[in-house]
């Protein structure tokens, strides 16, 4: 699987992004989706995943609320979408898929997107 995040850039406190992760070699339907964060300076920290089984979500608690983690099956895409944006959600944000159930540990993740970089101006 071949994945490609993108959809980041430059905005201001309380604006909004979406991200996109959009996969080649592979569907997406039937695998597990994470999106995970990196600032700079801190080790990466998850972000979301979706479930490959049933689209079934879940957010770090300090997100939930703010993001929202989806799938379209069509585009083959997963996306992230970034609602009242903070300084602090400034890091590069990195999709990753796992053929197994979802996981929040970046470490348990066969596949990784590239990144896009999101910052957020205060």
């Known amino acids: 699987v071949q994945l490609q995040a993108s959809g980041g850039g430059l905005v201001q406190t309380g604006g909004s992004l979406r991200l996109s992760c959009a996969a080649s070699?592979?569907?997406?339907?039937?695998?597990?989706i994470g999106w995970f964060r990196q600032a700079p300076g801190k080790e990466r920290e998850f972000v979301a995943f979706?479930?490959?089984?049933?689209?079934?979500?879940y957010y770090a608690y300090s997100l939930k609320g703010r993001f929202t983690i989806s799938r379209d099956n069509a585009k083959n895409t997963v996306y992230l979408q970034m609602n009242s944006l903070k300084p602090e959600d400034t890091a590069v944000y990195y999709c990753?898929?796992?053929?197994?159930?979802?996981?929040?540990?970046?470490?348990?993740?066969?596949?990784w997107g590239q990144g896009t970089l999101v910052t957020v101006s205060s």
């Open positions: 070699g592979r569907t997406l339907s039937s695998i597990a």
């Open positions: 990753a898929a796992r053929t197994l159930n979802p996981t929040v540990v970046p470490g348990a993740y066969n596949y």
């Open positions: 979706i479930s490959g089984t049933d689209d079934s979500t």
